[in-house]
Nanobody
């Protein structure tokens, strides 16, 4: 079994910065892709940014130029640097990962998807 543990959420003023972290632990060999999603009150969950183990990134238009996603393959971790934060960025941010549990599954490109429990980011004065 795999656990995704998020950290770094909190309260920040508009224009401020925050860095989120997520580490996969448990039965993990490696990952195919990891990313961040968010859900604001009364809104649907949306993609924020993703990154593959090879470093290919994808961003929502609303965060391009402000957020940067990165990863550490050795630690099966993903990070989200959030700058120039706006009140509209307020949401619960969820870590997501496609995980290879072992070498067999890695060789067969067989992943399992996992979600973290989420960390709250509040942007307010």
């Amino acid at each position: 079994q795999v656990q995704l543990v998020e950290s770094g959420g909190g309260l920040v003023q508009p224009g401020g910065s925050l860095r989120l972290s997520c580490a996969a632990s448990g039965t993990v060999f490696s990952f195919s892709a990891m990313g961040w999603y968010r859900q604001a009150p009364g809104k649907q969950r949306e993609l924020v940014a993703t990154i593959t183990s090879g470093g290919i990134t994808n961003y929502a238009d609303s965060v391009k130029g402000r957020f940067t996603i990165s990863k550490d393959n050795a630690k099966n971790s993903v990070f989200l640097q959030m700058n120039s934060l706006k009140p509209d960025d307020t949401a619960v941010y969820y870590c997501n990962a496609d995980i290879y549990a072992d070498v067999f599954r890695w060789r067969h490109r067989d992943t399992t998807n996992y979600w973290g429990k989420g960390t709250l980011v509040t942007v307010s004065s």
